[in-house]
């Protein structure tokens, strides 16, 4: 099982059964709960969807770790180690899900030695699911995936999220890289609601590039390596190497958009998924001037 693909094969497998309770409760009212921001929302339908993966992956792979959106929220640890662990977003567009805007997905990643093997996004109103494995390529529904290729940003179909953070600060930054970006100009920024679903329309080649900061390592882990194995680019904002940890990623149809939204993005200060957090975050790292 070296190449993991038992471990793949059992994600697609436990991602489509679980969003059969997606899908139930979707069209239903929904008792919400915030946590970190008015617009951070969780309901009971994240909680359980959670079980079902956590519990259905336990049962199969008892030595294997879990880092999962809403077992961190309550408490447990967020720590990226060399043992097989399964990245979890039970709902990722949880604000749609409430709103029943259809773009919802269960995002599921796997890594050893901190490497991400294989990455599964299930887009369930849609019935999408995409997924990839290193070294083996993207797949749509079984279909080989092809970032577009696209080499200049002022042809590019940007897509990036406001995200949950509501600060002044984070707002101000978010909103003038919108303005900077259709400054260049872009030809247009969208906004899906799901950063899982976002990144994955650079693998299709629908979109070109994907930025975002505050989003977190279970939003984009399993995207990030689909838009890689799709002929796409993942890096940092500020150009660096992709971290998931770091709560900046950048996803383009090639390292020439890239860097061209790495020169004009400007990031705030988040504290990693990693860190401990209770310190306090002071400065923002990787901010540009204008």
Same mark, same amino acid.
Request: charged share 20%; proline share 3%; glycine share 8%.
């Given at each position: ?21 997606? *899908?139930?409760?979707?069209? !239903? #009212?929904?008792?919400? $709960? ?7 929302? @969780? +309901? %009971? ?94 797949? *749509?529904?079984?279909?080989? !995936? #092809?970032?577009?290729? $696209? ?7 940007? @897509? +990036? %999220? ?100 790495? #020169? ?27």
């Amino acid at each position: 099982m070296s190449d993991w693909t038992d471990c793949l094969d059992f994600g697609v497998s436990i991602a489509k059964q679980a969003s059969e309770t997606v *899908l139930a409760a979707f069209l !239903l #009212q929904k008792e919400v $709960q915030l946590k970190s921001s008015p617009a951070d929302l @969780v +309901t %009971e339908t994240d909680q359980r969807v959670e079980q079902i993966l956590i519990s259905a992956i336990r049962a199969r792979f008892p030595l294997h770790r879990f880092i999962g959106e809403e077992s961190v929220a309550a408490g447990e640890p967020c720590v990226l180690t060399d043992e097989p662990t399964w990245i979890i977003d039970p709902i990722d567009g949880t604000v749609n899900f409430v709103h029943r805007f259809p773009f919802v997905a269960i995002s599921i990643a796997f890594t050893i030695n901190k490497q991400t093997e294989f990455g599964i996004v299930y887009s369930c109103v849609e019935d999408k699911l995409f997924h990839a494995q290193r070294g083996r390529g993207a797949f *749509l529904n079984g279909e080989k !995936l #092809q970032a577009s290729g $696209q080499e200049d940003v002022k042809k590019c179909v940007v @897509v +990036t %999220e406001i995200g949950a953070e509501r600060d002044d600060l984070a707002l101000s930054t978010m909103t003038s890289n919108i303005l900077r970006l259709l400054q260049l100009p872009v030809h247009g920024v969208r906004a899906l609601g799901t950063a899982a679903v976002d990144m994955c329309q650079v693998a299709t080649g629908g979109a070109d590039a994907y930025y975002h900061i505050g989003m977190h390592c279970w939003d984009i882990a399993a995207s990030a390596i689909i838009v890689q194995e799709a002929g796409g680019v993942v890096m940092d904002t500020d150009g660096s190497d992709f971290d998931m940890m770091s709560r900046r990623v950048i996803a383009a149809s090639s390292t020439s958009v890239a860097n061209s939204i790495a #020169q004009v993005v400007q990031a705030f200060p988040c504290r990693r998924d990693d860190e401990d957090p209770t310190r306090c975050v002071c400065g923002a790292a990787g901010v540009k001037g204008e």
